[in-house]
């Protein structure tokens, strides 16, 4: 990170809808998150944390963030409070919840501590 990057410490709850979900051959999936509460911090949602996806019949699931996407460059805290979304993979086990794949308009919310 630049000198000038302006990173935040620590986020407070956030909500994000899933806009799009694409499975990736050897991946996993690929979810479009667009900002519809909260002012998460880039590093709440880093490679290795962790949110909580729910589904509109109720379905819920904790999934752990594999990497982001390249589909939009390298992410940074500038451009997700700018974008207001991302887009990040997801392993293939953690796109299934009760059976049934994440698609458009799940909810997918965090910080999620241990």
């Known amino acids: 990170m630049g000198l000038f990057t302006r990173q935040k410490k620590k986020s407070e709850p956030f909500q994000f809808r899933v806009s799009d979900a694409v499975a990736v051959p050897l991946r ?40 982001y996407s390249a589909t939009e460059g390298v992410p940074s805290q500038d451009k997700l409070d700018k974008r207001r979304e991302l887009d990040i993979v997801i392993a293939h086990e953690d796109g299934l919840v009760d059976g049934e794949e994440i698609q458009i308009g799940w909810i997918a919310s965090g910080p999620v501590n241990d």
Do not use: C, F, H, M
């Open 28 to 67: 996993g999936y690929l979810l479009r998150l667009k900002l519809q509460d909260g002012t998460p911090a880039l590093t709440d949602i880093a490679p290795g944390k962790k949110l909580r996806v729910r589904g509109p019949s109720g379905g819920e699931r904790v999934i752990r963030v594999k990497d």
